[in-house]
């Protein structure tokens, strides 16, 4: 089953935060009436405005949250037989994905549909996308030897779903942003498709429509609210948070059906009675939003060792998921037994992360740049100004 990550920032790299990063206020020069002496001296030349700083805090959120996600990737071929391992899991999935939307959505908040954001969503969501969608069957078929595996970009395969869905959330954000009332409406279209089995795996549009209340959430949120979420007695409430979610999953984890994290299925799909579905999409929705708000309370706000590595997540999350499928191509995990136990749980996370660690640094995302940030000049027409 296909489950992920990112947002993605465009300050630099990531097709996240390029579409919508906050902008600096620029100081101000106060005018003074002209002089004579002024009106004949040359004009002086204004020094270059500073260049824009990236925010450390949203870099972190984002390094962390795809560790996070290439973690539990990397649990699901070792978690049967394991409570353990499988409550984390939920955990985990609870909150990695919304807390990526979320911020995902807290960064599209300028898209416009204007033909500067509409190059950046193509160049840096499309066609990432269309590549990448390619590569994975390629991928399938010679490596994991399905050979009736066919090229087709309607199917997202594993994680490329995330690509397809932040291009439908941002292309539909001016739309969000003129509703009076835009996460009531989101919560209801989650709620219709858990109870819609109609809905095809054309464009993973279940998951699309399930996880659209966090990418809404998203666009309604404002600097101070993080500034809230960031308090002291915020991050003190998290802890107990995330111990009671911890001891409930370990209750639930062999009772709980791990579709309800996917969101990629309805309830009727699942074998559960219809009126389950809006029930769980509610219920899911709110314990998603407690853990990402207990999740975003601990990130470090001041720069940090792997602070950088945030703007390469997007080269992370989309490498990360050959080194997880051929893995098990390769049948590692039925191999080597051990990686089955304690010891091995440890071995995998710490692999996982590491791994995902090299591939958000500067040396991978310059070599994969002509995929995940394309110069494509060509392809688009100049605007009146410049030309």
């Known amino acids: ?51 824009k700083r990236r925010d450390a805090y949203f870099d972190n959120v984002k390094y962390l949250a795809i560790v996070l ?37 807290y960064f599209s908040r300028s898209f416009d549909m204007s033909s500067a954001k509409v190059k950046r969503l193509v160049t840096g969501v499309v066609v990432p996308y269309v590549l990448f969608e390619t590569a994975y069957s390629l991928f399938k078929r010679y490596a994991g030897g399905v050979h009736d595996t066919s090229i087709t970009l309607l199917d997202p395969l594993f994680l490329t779903w995330f690509l397809i ?54 666009l309604l949120m404002k600097p101070e609210h993080f500034q809230l979420i960031r308090r002291r007695e915020v991050r003190m409430l998290a802890l107990p948070l995330a111990a009671g979610a911890l001891a409930f999953a370990y209750w639930a984890a062999p009772r709980m059906q791990l579709g309800w994290f996917y969101r990629s299925n309805s309830a009727q799909e699942m074998d559960f009675q219809w009126w389950t579905g809006p029930v769980m999409t509610l219920a ?60 091995g749980l440890v071995v995998v996370s710490l692999v996982a992360a590491v791994a995902v660690t090299l591939l958000c640094t500067p040396p991978v995302r310059r070599v994969l740049r002509f995929a995940t940030e394309p110069d494509m000049n060509w392809a688009f027409r100049r605007s009146p100004v410049k030309r």
């Open 1 to 51: 089953m296909s489950q992920a990550p990112s947002e993605i920032q465009r300050a630099p790299i990531t097709p996240e935060s390029r579409e919508s990063e906050p902008r600096h206020q620029q100081t101000l020069t106060a005018s003074r009436a002209p002089s004579p002496a002024s009106e004949t001296a040359p004009a002086r030349t204004a020094p270059p405005a500073p260049a």
């Open 69 to 105: 996600v290439a973690v539990a990737h990397a649990w699901e071929p070792v978690m049967d037989g394991s409570r353990t391992t499988r409550a984390l899991y939920m955990v985990v999935y609870t909150f990695h994905m919304p807390a990526f939307i979320l911020v995902s959505g």
């Open 165 to 218: 869905a932040l291009f439908i959330w941002r292309v539909t954000t001016p739309l969000w942003q003129s509703l009076r009332h835009p996460l009531p409406v989101a919560l209801a279209i989650a709620a219709l498709a858990s109870v819609t089995p109609g809905i095809t795996d054309d464009l993973d549009l279940q998951r699309v429509c399930q996880l659209l209340p966090f990418f809404v959430l998203g």
């Open 284 to 343: 899911m929705f709110g314990c998603a939003l407690l853990l990402t708000i207990a999740f975003l309370a601990w990130v470090p706000r001041r720069h940090m060792w792997f602070t950088a590595l945030g703007a390469g997540t997007i080269c992370g999350y989309l490498l990360h998921g050959f080194l997880v499928k051929g893995a098990g191509y390769y049948g590692l995990f039925d191999r080597y037994e051990w990686l089955t136990g304690p010891v």
